[in-house]
């Protein structure tokens, strides 16, 4: 099975920052992965597919670089509404779909 | 706009079968090349894929749960379904169905969720 590394499990930040979260896949994993943000009690909502595409009617500060077995998710100017836990995913031909652990972003 | 909700029992028994159904509004279930999935998340924790459908009928399962997963899809009713056998305290979370346009490719519609508790 491809294990999947999310760091860090939790942040702090300011408003204005950058933040940065990374997901390591344990074999390449092409750009099967994508990023998913989750409110409390809401479903994930997909923001970055293929590793860095950004779905339709996501806001462009959100973006996704990387290939193979190392990945970034980055928002380039952290707002108040982007508090949520951020969730990297990959898909191998197992097939077999398997989520990161999770990054809980909160406002310093 | 297509929309997507779980519905089914909020308790179930340990030794059970937890069933539960997605029903697909704003477009036809077979009208495109999509898969449909279920994913569920414990409380407090993260999420874990358990398997998917296509439109067709093929079915593919997360491995460590193959042996109690049964997904189906009736497409007359615009809907899809999950059993989950054997249940036990362990499968106790919020139940997600999604929509994926291609094996492979991300979630890109998600029901609201249920929750299913599994309690004596």
């Known amino acids: 099975d491809i294990q999947m590394t999310q760091s860090p499990s939790s942040l702090s930040a300011s408003v204005g920052d950058r933040v940065t979260i990374t997901c390591q896949a344990s074999q390449d994993i092409s750009n099967y992965l994508n990023w998913y943000q989750q409110k409390p009690g809401k479903a994930p909502k997909l923001l970055i597919y293929d590793a860095s595409n950004l779905e339709t009617g996501v806001p462009s500060r959100f973006s996704g670089s990387g290939s193979g077995t190392d990945f970034t998710f980055t928002i380039s100017s952290l707002q108040p509404e982007d508090i949520a836990t951020y969730y990297c995913?990959?898909?191998?031909?197992?097939?077999?779909?398997?989520f990161g652990q999770g990054t809980k972003l909160e406002i310093k | 706009q297509l929309q997507l909700q779980e519905s089914g029992p909020g308790l179930v028994k340990p030794s059970e079968t937890l069933s539960l159904t997605c029903t697909v509004s704003?477009?036809?279930?077979?009208?495109?090349?999509?898969?449909w999935g279920w994913i569920r998340q414990p409380p407090g924790k993260g999420l874990e894929w358990i398997g998917s459908?296509?439109?067709?009928?093929?079915?593919y399962y997360n491995p460590s749960l193959k042996s109690r997963v049964t997904i189906s899809v009736d497409t007359s009713k615009n809907q899809f379904s999950l059993k989950l056998s054997s249940v036990t305290a362990a499968d106790t979370a919020v139940y997600y169905c999604?929509?994926?346009?291609?094996?492979?490719?991300?979630?890109?519609?998600w029901g609201q969720g249920t929750m299913v508790t599994v309690s004596s």
């Open positions: 704003g477009g036809s279930i077979s009208s495109s090349s999509y898969y």
């Open positions: 459908i296509y439109y067709s009928g093929s079915t």
């Open positions: 995913q990959q898909y191998d031909n197992l097939p077999m779909y398997t």
């Open positions: 999604a929509r994926h346009p291609e094996l492979g490719d991300a979630f890109d519609i």
